[in-house]
């Protein structure tokens, strides 16, 4: 299985960035799709999740309403639309999979883990 982030860079503060995670070797509309982050210093930390269905996303409060999260399960692919970004959410994203129907907010219970794609931005 791997998990292939890309879409990263450099935003100034207020900026937009799309970011996406290619899925491959395994049945992606069985799985629970999440992004995480880690900012220097600090914890991996749960941002956005999306079930099988894509109905009932979920969101860590710092982006509720600014970050969406949508998947396309026909490209394997999840995205986090980021919008509204500021300095704060400098980072480097991860995508994760789970196979089964909850979204989790600890990186632990997902089994896949991508390598993450970092995001700067400037205030």
């Known amino acids: 299985v791997q998990l292939q982030a890309s879409g990263g860079g450099l935003v100034q503060s207020g900026g937009s960035l799309r970011l996406s995670c290619v899925a491959s070797g395994l049945t992606f509309a069985n799985y629970v799709m999440a992004w995480f982050r880690q900012a220097p210093g600090k914890g991996r930390e749960f941002v956005a999740g999306?079930?099988?269905?894509?109905?009932?996303?979920s969101y860590a409060d710092p982006v509720k309403g600014r970050f969406a999260i949508s998947r396309d399960d026909a490209e394997n692919t999840v995205y986090l639309q980021m919008n509204s970004l500021k300095p704060e959410d400098t980072a480097v994203y991860y995508c994760a999979a789970r196979g089964v129907t909850v979204i989790s907010r600890s990186i632990s219970q997902y089994k896949y883990r991508g390598q993450g794609t970092l995001v700067t931005v400037s205030s």
């Open positions: 999306i079930s099988w269905s894509g109905s009932t996303p």
